[in-house]
């Protein structure tokens, strides 16, 4: 066995005659365990945080959209539909008009978006899985909308209110000044046949209605769109599609993914994680102090013996070496029952759900490779520089 690291186990492992050393030491590990389980835990939060965020977005948004460069609208005629139609990798794709408007129901307004979408809207979105009220939209009640939560709550209206339809206005377009409020505005009379529930900003902002009742509100043509959303076929890469698509589509028309789509809300997490595991790194950083005074106490405690070793031929270096394994050992000692208690604490949130947000919602947490190798990597590496730090007050006029 290597000399060094023969020596810095015997110390680590064997009990000291001076018992505050021996408590500085248990001290020590116990903050390598606590900041290696600290570390992983938030981690491992963020992770299942950013999985349950993202699934919202999987369901509301679909992998790519294409909408035009200038203006709000497009023809959706045969010669686009031949451009679609010969990309690979696309699954199916939905014809979909956004619109801001004005909403009345019962003297109570608000304004949101309406979003007119086919009867293949479902085959790329998933929202008609948010429908706690009523039904999704349907071909045999062409005025029937399906509104937010949010804007329900606004409202006051509910699935099938029948007394009042739910009125939606448009300014008409044109130049110049109105005339005439009454004759200022597109009116169409709605009835809400359902209601759904997925985000906030989502359930305040939506309301779905067929495609055919939007161009009707805005005067469009019928092969008239603001925009197509298009699902993949599960494992292609996105990316190869949309460079398929600008090519045939050209400069006219903007294509975008999920993650583009929400350039904003990525990035905010992506900038929530970094700040929560450099925080956490800061803390470990105070944790690992105990190591380095640990180590150093121990040197002062074995100075007699360092003595013997060096007369023996040790060398300053093979000395040294023997307390940055020591360190070393300790925090890797450390680091492993931490994440031991790290994974064993994740699956049983994962399994039974200790933790609530709410008393039907779980904390969400999510066990992965990258989040052990993180911290398994900071860890040592800060364990290393703890016992480098300790190691250097080691010098030939201490041990002679």
């Given at each position: 066995m290597n000399f060094?690291?023969?020596?810095?186990?015997?110390?680590?492992f064997s009990k000291s005659s001076n018992n505050t050393i021996n408590i500085i030491t248990i001290i020590a590990a116990l903050g390598v365990i606590v900041g290696t389980l600290a570390l992983f835990i938030v981690l491992s939060g963020f992770s299942g945080l950013r999985e349950f965020s993202v699934s919202f977005l999987n369901t509301s948004d679909p992998d790519i959209?294409?909408?035009?460069?200038?203006?709000?609208s497009f023809l959706f005629d045969e010669d686009f539909k031949q451009k679609i139609d010969g990309v690979k990798g696309i699954k199916a794709y939905t014809k979909v008009i956004e619109?801001?408007?004005?909403?009345?129901?019962?003297?109570?307004?608000?304004?949101?978006?309406?979003?007119?979408?086919?009867?293949?809207?479902?085959?790329?979105?998933?929202?008609?899985?948010?429908?706690?009220?009523?039904t999704w939209l349907n071909t045999e009640i062409p005025a029937g909308v399906v509104v937010g939560n949010g804007i329900a709550n606004i409202l006051s209206l509910g699935a099938y209110d029948f007394l009042e339809p739910l009125k939606i206005y448009v300014p008409k377009p044109g130049k110049g000044y109105i005339s005439s409020p009454q004759n200022a505005f597109n009116l169409i009379k709605t009835q809400p046949i359902g209601i759904f529930s997925l985000t906030d900003d989502t359930d305040k902002k939506y309301t779905f209605l067929s495609l055919e009742l939007v161009q009707e509100?805005?005067?469009?043509?019928?092969?008239?769109?603001?925009?197509?959303?298009?699902?993949?076929?599960?494992?292609?890469?996105?990316?190869?599609?949309?460079?398929?698509?600008?090519?045939?589509?050209?400069?006219?028309?903007?294509?975008?993914?999920?993650?583009?789509?929400?350039?904003?809300?990525?990035?905010?997490?992506?900038?929530?994680?970094?700040?929560s595991y450099l925080v956490f790194t800061l803390i470990l950083i105070i944790a690992l102090f105990n190591v380095i005074g640990a180590i150093i106490m121990m040197i002062l405690?074995?100075?007699?013996?360092?003595?013997?070793?060096?007369s023996m031929g040790a060398t300053i270096q093979n000395i040294k070496k023997v307390f940055?394994?020591?360190?070393?050992?300790?925090?890797?000692f450390?680091?492993?029952?931490?994440?031991?208690?790290?994974?064993?604490?994740?699956?049983?949130?994962?399994?039974?759900?200790?933790?609530?947000?709410?008393p039907h919602?779980?904390?969400?947490?999510?066990?992965?490779?990258?989040?052990?190798?993180?911290?398994?990597?900071?860890?040592?590496?800060?364990?290393?520089?703890?016992?480098?730090?300790?190691?250097?007050?080691?010098?030939?006029?201490?041990?002679e």
């Open positions: 060094s690291l023969y020596i810095a186990k015997r110390y680590l959209k294409i909408s035009t460069v200038k203006g709000k619109e801001r408007a004005f909403f009345s129901f019962q003297e109570k307004t608000h304004i949101a978006y309406v979003k007119g979408v086919d009867s293949n809207f479902n085959n790329v979105n998933n929202l008609d899985s948010t429908v706690y009220s009523g509100l805005l005067g469009y043509k019928t092969n008239q769109i603001s925009g197509i959303e298009i699902k993949t076929i599960p494992e292609t890469n996105r990316e190869t599609v949309v460079n398929e698509l600008n090519r045939v589509l050209g400069e006219d028309f903007k294509i975008e993914t999920r993650e583009q789509l929400n350039a904003v809300f990525y990035k905010m997490l992506n900038t929530e994680n970094l700040v405690d074995k100075k007699d013996n360092l003595k013997t070793l060096y940055i394994l020591q360190g070393f050992l300790l925090t890797v450390g680091l492993i029952i931490g994440i031991v208690l790290g994974i064993v604490l994740i699956m049983l949130q994962q399994n039974f759900s200790f933790f609530m947000i709410t919602l779980p904390y969400p947490v999510k066990l992965t490779l990258f989040n052990v190798l993180t911290v398994v990597t900071t860890i040592i590496i800060l364990g290393y520089i703890a016992s480098k730090i300790a190691s250097s007050r080691i010098t030939k006029k201490l041990i």
